[in-house]
């Protein structure tokens, strides 16, 4: 994983370098064509999966429609809830491009939060940010009936 | 314990009887010692605003008993209500973390308690207590939870009878104790919400609302007495609902 992306990672940023130091020991950098499906709903993930490059789209399916948003955001990280509920994610993410991924083994990850707590911060970070996705998605439709429900969420801060 | 609009205002955290059931405040009895040193309980009538959508962050709410509504503005400005928080729920949270503004107004729907912790009070509080970090992953898990269940009924639903349908049901999860005079099939719900939030909760109009609601009680599904609410027919309005 580049420095540069290590520094805009949602989850990294918040961390002390000798834990990123820990979890890059795990990591795994691979590159995806475009059409990979990074988190499957239904499937508990046993990665996390931080975008590093690319852009993928968030879909919820249902079963007469996919509600959807598309996201470009460099350093999003995605199974962070599956990771510490055991929940089984309601989203699917896939790239729409090709996408550079960094991921981490969710054992690795449970295990560095189990002795380091303070990573909670970082968590709930994440956290926030897909939920912030979720009522924006709710926002951008008011809860009508469309015929199709695809929006861009503009990239955070 | 002081009494308020009907209720037992919880003054010390380390006693709360209702602890062990709330997602949040089931902590251990020396982080429930630091919580009650550095929360400031208030107590609202109903309509209260907590917080604004947009203002800066101040500090998160734990709602302690009442319920509230959390509403935001669509991309038409319309006003719609994202979901209805139920006691034991910490709000702005996601203002807290992301140090962005509330994304919603949170407004009592009935007499309540919260209690609130500034900024810089529950920073502290989560890094001395690392049970907080848990439970503050919990709740905005439980948060992601629901919203994404809107967002599925979004794209389940497709006419407004069904999404009011799907929300009677959905209220009927915590019915009334049964009383005489009901029949055994009969389910009572309290809703305190009026038929104008109703219809920002399923993004329609009041017209509409009071036309279907009006609609399922020809229907002989529902009675509809003041706040309270007997479902009459479930099965019927099961049949209505996709999934």
Not at chain 2, 34 to 52: E, F, N
């Amino acid at each position: 994983m580049s420095g540069e992306a290590k520094n805009t990672n949602e989850l990294y940023a918040l961390l002390r370098a000798e834990l990123r130091h820990e979890l890059a020991q795990h990591e795994q950098l691979i590159t995806l064509p475009e059409g990979s499906t990074l988190i499957e709903h239904s499937v508990l993930p046993d990665h996390l999966v931080i975008l590093n490059s690319g852009t993928v789209r968030v879909s919820v399916p249902c079963p007469r429609r996919a509600v959807s948003v598309t996201t470009g955001q460099q350093g999003k990280v995605f199974g962070m809830r599956a990771a510490i509920s055991g929940e089984l994610p309601e989203i699917d993410v896939i790239c729409v491009e090709p996408c550079n991924i960094t991921m981490v083994p969710r054992d690795a990850f449970l295990d560095l939060l189990k002795n380091h707590p303070e990573i909670y911060f970082a968590v709930a970070k994440v956290l926030s940010a897909d939920l912030q996705i979720a009522d924006h998605i709710l926002r951008s439709n008011s809860r009508r009936a469309l015929p199709s429900l695809r929006i861009k969420v503009p990239k955070p801060v | 314990m002081a009494m308020s609009y009907n209720f037992r205002i919880i003054e010390d955290c380390t006693k709360c009887a209702f602890r062990e059931h709330r997602l949040f405040c089931n902590l251990p009895n020396k982080a429930l010692g630091r919580l009650q040193d550095i929360k400031a309980t208030s107590v609202y009538p109903k309509g209260a605003l907590l917080c604004l959508e947009g203002q800066a962050p101040r500090g998160i709410f734990v709602l302690c008993t009442g319920r509230a509504k959390l509403t935001t503005t669509s991309a038409e400005g319309k006003s719609i209500i994202l979901r209805i928080a139920e006691p034991g729920e910490v709000l702005g949270l996601t203002a807290v973390f992301s140090n962005a503004p509330y994304e919603a107004t949170i407004e009592t729907l009935e007499p309540s308690q919260a209690n609130f912790i500034s900024m810089t009070d529950f920073v502290h509080f989560m890094k001395d207590y690392p049970d907080v970090g848990m439970k503050v992953a919990q709740q905005l898990t439980h948060n992601c939870r629901c919203a994404y269940g809107e967002i599925r009924s979004i794209g389940l639903s497709n006419s407004v009878p069904e999404k009011i349908a799907k929300l009677v049901l959905k209220w009927a999860e915590q019915p009334l104790p049964a009383s005489t005079g009901r029949k055994p099939n009969e389910v009572a719900i309290r809703v305190t919400l009026t038929q104008e939030e109703i219809a920002q909760f399923v993004g329609t109009s009041r017209e509409t609302v009071s036309r279907v609601l009006s609609d399922f009680r020809k229907k002989g599904w529902l009675r509809m007495k003041g706040v309270i609410w007997t479902i009459l027919d479930k099965d019927s309005l099961e049949d209505m609902v996709t999934t």
